[in-house]
C-alpha cells in the first residue's frame, strides 16, 4: 500500500498516567527521549507510536496516526490546494525527518511523515 500509516501518537494532558495505563494493558516497552519530552513506543508489531504532553493547554487527551509520504512539503501543500487546514506546517525532527499536522476538508486529523532517509 502506498503512503501507508507508520507512526501514532498520543497527546495528553497526563502523561505519566497514560504511559503507566498503556504499558500496564499491552506490555509496551516505553523509552524516554527527554531532551525533546517526548515517550517512544516499541510494540512487537504494526508501526511504531510516541506520547507526549499535549502542547495545547486543556485540550483533550487524542491519538493521532501519521501517513509515510515522499515530500512533506509538496504533500502538505496539495493537501491545502485540496481544502485541508494546516494546523502544523512542516517541522523537521532532527536526525529523523519531517513531518506536518494537518485537518482534512471534513474535520479529521492527520499527520504527514518523510524520514531523513527516504524510507
Not at 33 to 43: C, F, H, N, S, W
Amino acid at each position: 500500500m502506498g503512503n501507508p500509516f507508520v507512526h501514532v501518537e498520543l497527546q495528553t494532558q497526563d502523561l505519566g498516567k497514560a504511559k503507566k495505563f498503556y504499558q500496564e494493558l499491552f506490555s509496551w516497552k516505553l523509552q524516554d527521549i527527554p531532551e525533546m519530552g517526548y515517550t517512544m513506543i516499541q510494540a512487537a508489531e504494526g508501526p511504531g507510536g510516541g506520547m507526549m504532553k499535549n502542547p495545547v493547554q486543556g485540550a483533550p487527551s487524542h491519538w493521532l496516526a501519521y501517513v509515510r509520504v515522499d515530500n512533506v512539503t509538496a504533500s502538505t501543500k496539495k493537501a491545502k490546494s485540496l481544502g485541508a487546514k494546516v494546523v502544523k506546517d512542516v517541522t523537521e525532527v532532527p536526525g529523523h525527518g519531517w513531518f506536518s499536522v494537518i485537518v482534512d476538508p471534513a474535520g479529521a486529523a492527520v499527520g504527514l511523515w518523510q524520514e531523513k532517509d527516504g524510507k
